[in-house]
């Protein structure tokens, strides 16, 4: 079960990764997603009605597939963060991470003493083999991805700040919520809401650490790899099914009616 973190991997090898969105929070669906290719699955326990013991089963199938998994967490809680890396996560993803403190608070929680706080358990853990991962204890810390999300206008204007904590692998930033903290949610023509993505890309690109997102401003997921961005998270398991849905009625009613 605890191996090397093939997506981070990946990433330190200078390529992009390209992950999905998990939210329903069923181990069936995450088995689907993680056999179609994705680096990463991203298991979204902020938004959706998963909880800690439905992870279990979607990491247990992760941990026999390709794709690295992730977790992101409702909120930049300690206690969170200990359970869900308890439990295997190969990832965190923190939301609203707005200062270098709360930056420094979400990688301790990740991080054994003296490093950080994270309560001690890996003799049992899941994430540990049950104790029997040898080297877990000596690598866990730099085998775990951490990515710090830029959602408002106070995380863009610290982001030199949040980027040069150590333990921060990567700075992820959530457009709509930038959006709305701008008082324009969803406005993506806007002038202000463009120019204030734009700005944030650059400053996580000068920072020198790895740039995520979903795609925004019109660009599609490769559009965004060729302007630098390293982690996109594009589809989510409910767009997916909705759109194919979708597409297949339509596909259906035009067929019938043209006869």
């Known amino acids: 079960m605890y191996r090397p973190n093939a997506a981070k991997q990946k990433l330190r090898a200078g390529a992009p990764v390209y ?116 080297d877990y204890l000596e690598t866990v810390a730099d085998n775990l991805l951490i990515l710090c999300q830029i959602e408002t206008r106070q995380a863009v204007e610290a ?21 709305g903290s701008l008082g324009k949610l969803g406005r993506f023509d806007d002038p202000e809401v463009r120019d204030t993505i734009l700005r944030a890309e650059r400053a996580i690109l000068d920072s020198g650490k790895w740039l995520g997102s979903l795609p925004s401003l019109g660009r599609s997921p490769a559009e965004m790899v060729r302007d630098g961005c390293k982690i996109v998270i594009s589809p989510a398991d409910i767009t997916l099914l909705r759109d194919a849905a979708r597409a297949d009625i339509a596909a259906f009613r035009a067929g019938t009616a043209a006869r």
Request: with cysteine; charged share 15%.
């Open 19 to 134: 992950g999905c969105w998990q939210a329903i929070g069923h181990s069936l669906i995450t088995e689907v997603l993680a056999l179609t290719g994705y680096d990463i699955v991203l298991l979204d326990h902020e938004h959706g009605p998963a909880s800690i013991a439905d992870a279990v089963p979607s990491l247990q199938v992760l941990a026999g597939s390709p794709a690295s998994s992730m977790v992101r967490m409702p909120w930049n809680d300690p206690v969170y963060a200990k359970r869900i890396l308890d439990i295997g996560a190969e990832g965190v993803m923190v939301p609203q991470v707005n200062s270098a403190a709360e930056a420094a608070a979400a990688v301790a929680a990740c991080r054994y003493p003296p490093a950080g706080i994270r309560g001690v358990a890996y003799g049992i853990a899941r994430g540990a083999d049950f104790g029997l991962a040898p």
């Open 159 to 179: 982001i030199s700040e949040i980027a040069a904590v150590d333990g921060v692998d990567g700075l992820f930033i959530g457009p709509w919520d930038l959006s």
